[in-house]
């Protein structure tokens, strides 16, 4: 058919075809222009007190939950990011707000994810306008967050009751997510002087690189250790399809965590771990083609198990920091990779139309498949990386 076309037809073609390929790379800008507005419907559904979790479309309902909720620091997290990408004075205000109530939670030991809860809020709010307010907030967050490290197993302790019956009373559960929680450690051995907080940090992600990965590289969700001995005694998955499996997230908070602990401690050990988890992603039979993984990379069902908007998030922020670590060639493959993330995430298929979604900004989000809760759903941490990831690609250019 293309013979019978004119000249100038296919000429329009062609133009039209560069069109859409600018179009395509000036959607992760405009998402961030976009997510202003969402934002803002968000923040003026949300009760004082209560911080969003999620939204069930089908009964038109917001779901939030209190401050001591793993998710709390995403909200006013994404609010500060968004101030600071777009100048979005009022979302800020909305932030401070919420950091009142979430201080509470400075003191709470009972978490592992204190370092989301308070270095994801008030670990931004002190990069933007350092204040002896925030200063007091994260170290005494550090402070109970290294009540939970066990000495003996060279860890911390993810949650207290363990996923599983018939645990023994010295057994405990480390999950690959927690080395997220470690950067609020190095800040407070930076802001006190204080190594005690760096060195649990490093303790815990060497125990973790040991113990966490199989040989190529993908991990296990679960490890449990026995806390006098320290030894490792069963892998297993909570959030995952199979023990065995690859869980989505857990691939990316273990590519973010390890490229964490590089830009910290400059050890080249970390920048080998984080490649060689890039590695294993971006080269897996089951990564689809838009680079939004399947909530689990061995889900039943592919190719038509749900994908996990989030840990595509995740991800993409996580390989942007990484590429600037690597060399040209690395770096380049990072930021395509990122780029194709982006550019699904920013697309009608993923980024929600204003007014939908509750004002959250992704759609297709998987929390928790086993439990069956946060299914197909926005979630808090996939809008947080989002924006992160977004605002650092735009650094890059
Ligand atoms: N436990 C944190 C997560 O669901 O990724």
């Known amino acids: 058919m293309i013979k019978h ?52 479309a089908n009964k038109k309902q917001l779901e939030t939950s209190g401050s001591d909720w793993w998710c709390s620091g995403f909200f006013p997290g994404t609010l500060l990011y968004l101030d600071e990408a777009q100048n979005a004075p009022h979302l800020k205000e909305k932030a401070l707000a919420v950091l009142e109530d979430l201080k509470r939670e400075q003191y709470n030991k009972t978490t592992h994810d204190l370092g989301f809860m308070m270095y994801c809020s008030f670990g931004n709010a002190e990069r933007l306008n350092p204040k002896k307010e925030y200063e007091d907030v994260l170290m005494q967050s550090a402070k109970s967050l290294i009540t939970r490290y066990k000495p003996a197993a060279k860890c911390i302790q993810s949650w207290d009751s ?55 590289y993908s991990t296990y969700h679960v490890v449990i250790y026995n806390k006098n001995t320290g030894k490792a005694t069963k892998r297993i998955t909570a959030q995952g399809t199979a023990d065995n499996s690859s869980w989505a997230r857990g691939q990316a908070w273990g590519l973010y965590g390890y490229t964490v602990m590089y830009r910290e401690t400059k050890d080249d050990k970390y920048l080998q771990q984080a490649n060689h988890i890039a590695n294993y992603i971006l080269t897996l039979p089951t990564m689809p083609k838009n680079l939004i ?53 920013s697309s009608p298929e993923y980024f929600a139309e204003q007014g939908t979604n509750g004002g959250f ?26 924006v992160e990831a977004l605002m650092r690609y735009q650094k890059l250019k």
């Not at 037809?9 to 560069?18: F, K, N, S």
């Not at 407070?188 to 303790?203: L, M, P, Q, R, V």
């Not at 086993?370 to 996939?382: A, F, H, Q, R």
Request: proline letters at 6%.
């Open 5 to 56: 076309l004119s000249k100038t037809a296919l000429l329009l073609i062609a133009l039209a075809g560069c069109k859409s390929r600018d179009e395509v790379s000036k959607q992760p800008e405009d998402a961030l222009k976009a997510a202003v507005k969402h934002y803002e419907y968000l923040a003026a559904q949300v009760e004082p007190g209560k911080y969003p979790k999620t939204y069930h």
């Open 162 to 216: 363990a996923p599983w019956n018939n645990a023994g009373p010295d057994e405990m559960p480390v999950i690959i997510d927690n080395m997220m929680n470690l950067e609020l450690l190095f800040w407070a051995s930076k802001f006190s002087g204080d190594s005690t907080y760096k060195s649990i940090a490093i303790n815990h992600a060497n125990t973790t690189m040991l113990n966490h990965f199989r040989p190529d």
């Open 293 to 345: 993984p399947y909530w689990d990379y061995q889900a039943p069902g592919i190719p038509n198990a749900l994908h996990d908007s989030s840990a595509g998030a995740i991800t993409a922020s996580a390989l942007i920091e990484l590429s600037g670590y690597v060399d040209k060639e690395l770096s380049a493959k990072y930021v395509n990779a990122a780029k194709t993330i982006l550019t699904a995430l």
């Open 361 to 386: 900004l992704l759609k297709h989000g998987v929390g928790n498949m086993p439990n069956k809760t946060e299914i197909d759903v926005p979630l808090s941490y996939g809008d947080y990386y989002f």
